[in-house]
């Protein structure tokens, strides 16, 4: 029953899609058919081209991810745990958090070239933010009596960050890893559009110009279950290594 529950939302949404494009109300060039949008879907997965572009761009984005992710927890750590770090990152981190890291691109195209290293330098800076302020907060809010008790015990300085600080830290790094893996997605098909000769970003503009809608939502189908596949091996790994607070806890 939960599952049907789950997948009620999307299949009216694609009641109210059919139904759109089958109206007449609309060109089939902007509400194209379901099938041919599932047309050209199986017409990807057919192609190992096509694969070799979805690789493309997903590693471009872990790429830049798992580089934010390491610097991310570490300097977050550290801003949770200390007032000097706090008080040297914290102005820098809250200051330009606003500014739209997009907008540096062409700077980084300049500096690291037309190719996967530019995207991934921008994902990483894109990532970073979330990853440093959430992980920040978490070790910021460590219960005192826990590290008290630690402390009383003889638990050394290390213990206690090994023992105590991580693992009531380990659910908000999650948190901010979910948030970060997805705009690692958007980071690079965006960029991809703009400046690429590969990977999905460019798919996709090169089908919107050549007005083969169908073919460009049959791409958004394959970024959008790229992004679903990635949250869930977070969760996955979330629930592995975090057991003692699942998240289904959360929902009734």
């Known amino acids: 029953m939960k599952p049907l529950r789950a997948l009620l939302p999307l299949a009216l949404a694609l009641a109210a899609w059919e139904a759109a494009a089958l109206s007449g109300a609309w060109n089939k060039l902007l509400f194209p058919p379901l099938e041919r949008i599932f047309h050209e879907l199986l017409a990807f997965f057919m192609k190992g081209e096509a694969l070799a572009e979805a690789w493309i761009s997903l590693y471009r984005a872990l790429g830049g991810f798992a580089l934010a992710a390491a610097v991310g927890v570490t300097l977050g750590m550290l801003m949770g745990r200390s007032r000097l770090v706090a008080a040297a990152l914290d102005p820098l981190f809250s200051g330009?958090?606003?500014?739209?890291?997009?907008?540096?691109?062409?700077?980084?195209?300049?500096?690291?070239?037309?190719?996967?290293?530019?995207?991934?330098?921008?994902?990483?800076?894109?990532?970073?933010?979330?990853?440093?302020?959430?992980?920040?907060q978490g070790a910021r809010h460590v219960p005192a009596v826990l590290v008290w008790s630690a402390e009383n015990m003889g638990a050394s300085p290390l213990a206690v960050l090994r023992r105590v600080v991580v693992p009531a830290t380990a659910p908000f790094v999650f948190a901010g890893l979910r948030v970060a893996a997805p705009v690692a997605l958007i980071v690079v098909i965006i960029t991809e559009m703009v400046s690429s000769a590969d990977g999905l970003g460019y798919q996709v503009i090169y089908a919107l110009s050549s007005l083969k809608t169908d073919r460009m939502l049959a791409l958004v189908v394959v970024i959008a279950a790229l992004g679903w596949a990635l949250d869930k091996a977070l969760v996955a790994l979330r629930d592995r290594l975090v057991y003692w607070e699942k998240l289904e806890t959360y929902y009734v």
Not at 102 to 131: D, N, Q, W
């Open 96 to 136: 330009t958090y606003a500014v739209p890291k997009l907008a540096l691109f062409p700077i980084f195209v300049f500096v690291f070239g037309i190719g996967s290293l530019s995207k991934v330098a921008l994902v990483f800076l894109e990532c970073l933010y979330p990853i440093v302020i959430i992980t920040a």
